[in-house]
Each structure stands twice: as structure tokens, then as C-alpha cells.
């Protein structure tokens, strides 16, 4: 069974600067699909950024990327810019391509962004 | 814009009684999910249903039953409360497909209390 380890059950971070939320999983396919999830204190978790196993560029969206390691079997989070509404718990996701609909998920991050 | 709603952010039951959690999104997704959320624990798939009538065990649904009559509605039964079933429940859906990045959407969530 697959597997999804977030090592950092907390990080802070100072308003504008970055930082990285790390995730490595566990797999034997070679076909899959990685996620990471935003949960802000009382409101609705949404997906902040996905990434295709297949496709070697690292998927961005405006001020999120990730650094997908194919090899290495990481998929960590990088927030630039940090904003006071990045505050929020992050959870890494795996989904297998060719079996089942279910995701796992990591344990997740509690980020803090300090003004 | 896409949407799941729960039918209460917050409940106070007591211990033995029969409780029912709604789930309704609007967006003809065939899969719809059950989650619990506890602190240090992450999301832990209750049930799962790919379509009316359909339902299959997480990893987590002893003291749990669902049902999903129509599409778009999917209820968590818990059949007699008790206090270490108090935490955080999360319903989520997605569309069919096994290819292409299928990612889930989630409701707000519904804070139980049981006591």
C-alpha cells in the first residue's frame, strides 16, 4: 500500500519570505498523480497544486510550486511571497493512476506565517 | 462554482444516540467520500461510494454506516455514539475518471461532539 510521510507536523514562516513543506511517499508505480491540499482554520480544505508523475516539469500556480522528484519519491511545496492567508494545515496527497479512485494522504503541516 | 455542503458545521450528540451526517454536492460527481480528522492523525477514509447504492469500507468504518440513495447526497450514519467517535467529519467528492488528474472536492466540514 502506498504510503505519504509529511516529516513536519508544524513550520513557521515570517510574512514574504518562502518556505518549503516536504512530502515523500511510497510506491511501486510508475504512474500516479501528487496533490497538495490547503485547509485554512474553519474553512473548506481546496487544491492548492497537482502534479502528473509523468511529466518531469514542476507544476506551478502563481506564488505555489513544487519540486517533484521522481527518483527520490518527493513532492515538496514551495511558498513564496508568504502571505498572513497562507496560514493554514497542508496536506500532501498520492493517487494511484490505474487502481482505485482513493487518495492517500500525509498527516499534514501546520504552517504559521508570522507578520 | 463547484460545490459540497454539509448539513451542520458544528453538533452536540450524546453518547448512544443515532446520528446522521448529510452530504449534497452539486457537480454529478459519481464518487463521494466520508473522512475524519483528528489533530496528529491527518484524514481517514470512512467510506467510499463510486455510485448509488455502491459503498465500500475505508479504513476506519467500524461504528459507521452510509447510505447513498442519489447521486448527489451521501450520508454517514453512526449507528450509536460513542465519545471517541467526537472529532472532525469531512465529506469529499470527485468525478469518475481514472485518468487525468481527478481531484476531490470538500465540504466544510461538520465539528461532532459527543458526550
Known amino acids: 500500500a502506498q504510503t505519504v510521510t509529511q516529516s513536519q507536523p508544524e513550520m513557521s514562516v515570517q510574512e514574504a519570505e518562502t518556505v518549503t513543506l516536504s512530502c515523500t511517499y511510497d510506491t511501486s508505480e510508475s504512474d500516479y498523480y501528487l496533490f497538495w491540499y490547503k485547509q485554512p482554520p474553519s474553512r473548506q480544505m481546496i487544491l492548492v497544486i497537482r502534479q502528473e508523475a509523468y511529466k518531469q516539469q514542476n507544476a506551478t500556480e502563481n506564488r505555489f510550486s513544487v519540486n517533484f522528484q521522481k527518483a527520490a519519491k518527493s513532492f515538496s511545496l514551495k511558498i513564496s511571497d508568504s502571505q498572513l492567508g497562507d496560514a493554514a494545515m497542508y496536506f500532501c496527497?498520492?493517487?494511484?493512476?490505474?487502481?482505485?479512485?482513493?487518495?492517500?494522504f500525509g498527516r499534514g503541516t501546520s504552517l504559521i506565517v508570522h507578520p | 462554482d463547484v460545490k459540497v455542503t454539509q448539513s451542520s458545521r458544528y453538533l452536540v450528540k450524546r453518547t448512544g444516540e443515532k446520528v446522521f451526517l448529510e452530504c449534497v454536492q452539486d457537480m454529478d460527481h459519481e464518487n463521494m467520500f466520508w473522512y475524519r480528522q483528528d489533530p496528529g492523525l491527518g484524514l481517514r477514509l470512512i467510506y467510499f461510494s463510486y455510485d448509488v447504492k455502491m459503498k465500500e469500507k475505508g479504513d476506519i468504518p467500524e461504528g459507521y454506516s452510509v447510505s447513498r440513495e442519489k447521486k448527489e447526497r451521501f450520508s454517514l450514519i453512526l449507528e450509536s455514539a460513542s465519545t471517541n467517535q467526537t472529532s472532525m467529519y469531512l465529506c469529499?467528492?470527485?468525478?469518475?475518471?481514472?485518468?487525468?488528474?481527478?481531484?476531490?472536492?470538500f465540504g466544510p466540514g461538520t465539528r461532532l461532539t459527543v458526550t
Open positions: 496527497a498520492y493517487r494511484s493512476a490505474d487502481r482505485g479512485y482513493i487518495p492517500t
Open positions: 469529499a467528492s470527485s468525478r469518475r475518471g481514472l485518468a487525468g488528474v481527478v481531484e476531490q472536492y
